[in-house]
């Protein structure tokens, strides 16, 4: 599995003239955020660039698409490129693929663990904490101007993935980036004012509720709660306002993983995993048919909740005997 230069990326798209991005599905700050400044780049190039979604912009996140967010499949017929950006795999695409692969040539830029070479050109960096370090990378490689706006777009996509330069996964080198950022112009304070003091009250009301639904297992070290449909419309709260609860519960003293379940529309449940120190929860989303990192990982169930928060917890119980 050998990665392409950045250099040869940044070929590729300098040849392309038409150039669609593609987050994963339910776009996270990283996923929008690096989209974004990725987009802006390209159209300060000249090109036909647009990033295609096919959900909801989380509240908080809306900031960062300034009429570079389509959900048009259509927009630029078969693009001469895609490039699909802090997404593993074809499933996290979603319904996309198809336009994904009408491309001439495809692109991978990511930083999962368990991402495979996928696409004709990749650039897959497990190292990397947040996809946005890459963007700059590829960005500075090639010589683009990072200005004020890519800049804050990029430390968006940083300050979301490293919850805030807390998590393992921040490096030197991703406060060296936040640095070359400062130096662009950004206003950091603003940028998380927009992310983390923009919420509805519904979020917060969504989230007392959940933190309710909260139990222990494995003896304490570890905690599942879950969210449903039900509570969902009872608070008047979106699936997305959710987002931060499993590190929540990953704070508790003696925690060493976290599990949310998410009941999703189509009824099927969205597992959110989180670790603190020692278990890697990315091998067992795999066994599950996900993927991730080895702090924070996923994976999508087609059972009922009570079915999945069971596997869960044998799951969790294994996983943290054999430590
Ligand atoms: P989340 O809990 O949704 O924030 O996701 C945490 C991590 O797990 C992210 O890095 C995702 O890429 C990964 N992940 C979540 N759901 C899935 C899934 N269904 N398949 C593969 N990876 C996933
Ligand atoms: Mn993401
Ligand atoms: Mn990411």
């Known amino acids: 599995m050998r990665n392409n230069t950045f250099e040869e990326i940044a070929a ?24 974004s400044a990725l987009c802006r780049a390209l159209r300060k190039a000249g090109k036909d660039c647009w990033v295609l979604i096919e959900d909801r912009i989380p509240e908080n996140l809306q900031f960062l698409d300034r009429d570079y967010c389509t959900t048009d499949q259509d927009i630029l017929g078969a693009p001469d490129l ?7 795999d074809m ?9 994904f692969l009408s491309a001439k040539v495809t692109v991978c830029i990511d930083h999962h663990r368990t991402t495979d ?15 946005g370090e890459l963007i700059y990378g590829l960005l500075t490689a090639c010589g683009a101007e990072i200005d004020r706006e890519i800049a804050e777009a990029i430390f968006a996509a940083i300050v979301t993935d490293t919850g805030r330069f807390q998590y393992s996964n921040t490096s030197r080198h991703t406060h060296e980036i936040a640095a070359a950022l400062y130096d662009a112009g950004i206003d950091a304070g603003h940028i998380c004012t927009e992310i983390y003091e923009s919420m509805r009250m519904e979020r917060l009301m969504i989230r007392n509720m959940a933190l309710n639904t909260m139990s222990t297992v494995a003896g ?30 990953r704070s508790i003293k003696g925690v060493e993983a976290a599990v949310f379940l998410k009941e999703a529309e189509d009824g099927s449940i969205k597992v959110s995993m989180r670790s603190k120190e020692a278990l890697n929860v990315a091998e067992i989303a795999q066994t599950m048919g996900g993927g991730g990192h080895i702090r924070a990982a996923g994976c999508t169930l087609t059972c009922s909740l009570s079915d999945a928060y069971d596997q869960i917890r044998n799951r969790l119980t294994d996983g943290l005997e054999r430590l």
Not at 12 to 35: E, M, R, T, Y
Not at 82 to 88: A, G, R, Y
């Open 12 to 35: 590729a798209l300098a040849q392309g003239k038409s150039i669609l991005l593609f987050p994963h599905i339910h776009a996270d700050g990283d996923a929008l955020g690096s989209c």
């Open 82 to 88: 895609s490039v699909c950006v802090d997404c593993s």
């Open 91 to 99: 499933d996290r695409i979603h319904n996309r693929g198809r336009r």
């Open 117 to 131: 070479s996928f696409c004709d050109l990749n650039y897959i960096d497990s190292s990397a904490a947040a996809t």
């Open 220 to 249: 304490g070290r570890a905690v599942i709660a879950y969210v449903t449909q039900e509570m969902l419309r009872e608070t008047g709260a979106f699936l997305d306002e959710t987002d931060g609860i499993v590190e929540e519960l």
